[in-house]
């Protein structure tokens, strides 16, 4: 499968709360990046953790990566009705493809 | 950051016709850009590496005959949907890297393709 594995495929919270979602991929990877994306429109980068880093912050952000279980996780904290959206986390592996996974549709309700 | 382009950003055809989309990076130079095609509530889907000056790379399952790519500059690679029959009705998105930080991938805003 070209894709990784993201879960949840969908998550439903209330404005306030926090959202994590979680990511693995199989191959060994150069960096892993997160991006979000509404409905029908282009992708916005949000993130990019390098292989070499462990953790990394960026607002309400927070991005874990765990090379040994290559398995990444995206949190999302006090949430917006704003926030809602798909996200996907991607991999750039061999020969620079980034390939992407699954991804989580996120509801936040107002 | 840098910026990469696409054009149209909508195209409606007829099943049959061909259709190009163009991929332009507008600030720095790609020496590679890659073509994904996602469907409805699905994510994106690696189609093809394009290079400047040599052939395209297809993913496997990815026509080539179907699927042409034209990596003619540092600036831009075209993606053309020869026959498109309503099947290829899909959101197609480039990205483009090689330029500032190799990687680091800039998307572009996508194309929404329908074949009626």
């Known amino acids: 499968s070209q894709q990784g594995e993201e879960d949840p495929q969908a998550l439903s919270i209330q404005e306030g709360e926090n959202a994590t979602m979680n990511c693995s991929y199989k191959t060994s990877i150069n960096n892993l990046q997160w991006y979000r994306q509404n409905s029908g429109r282009g992708l916005v980068h949000l993130i990019l953790i390098r292989s070499n880093e462990r953790e990394k912050h960026s607002g309400r952000l927070r991005v874990t990566l765990d090379t040994s279980k290559k398995s990444s996780s995206l949190l999302i904290t006090a949430s917006r009705a704003a926030d809602t959206a798909s996200y996907f986390c991607?991999?750039?592996?061999?020969?620079?493809?980034?390939?992407f996974g699954a991804g989580t549709r996120l509801f936040v309700k107002a | 950051g840098a910026v990469v382009s696409q054009h149209p950003s909508r195209v409606i055809c007829k099943s049959g016709t061909s259709v190009k989309i163009e991929c332009r990076s507008l600030?720095?130079?790609?020496?590679?850009m890659f073509w994904y095609r996602q469907f409805p509530k699905q994510s994106l889907m690696l189609m093809a590496t394009?290079?400047?000056?040599?052939?395209?790379?297809?993913e496997q399952g990815v026509e080539k005959d179907k699927f042409l790519i034209n990596h003619a500059s540092l600036t831009l690679s075209t993606l053309t949907v020869t026959s498109a029959h309503p099947e290829d009705s899909s959101f197609y998105i480039c990205s483009a890297g090689g330029g500032k930080g190799t990687d680091t991938q800039y998307f572009g805003p996508g194309t929404r393709l329908t074949v009626l």
């Open positions: 600030d720095f130079q790609a020496t590679t």
């Open positions: 991607a991999v750039l592996g061999g020969g620079f493809k980034t390939i």
């Open positions: 394009s290079n400047e000056g040599s052939k395209a790379t297809y």
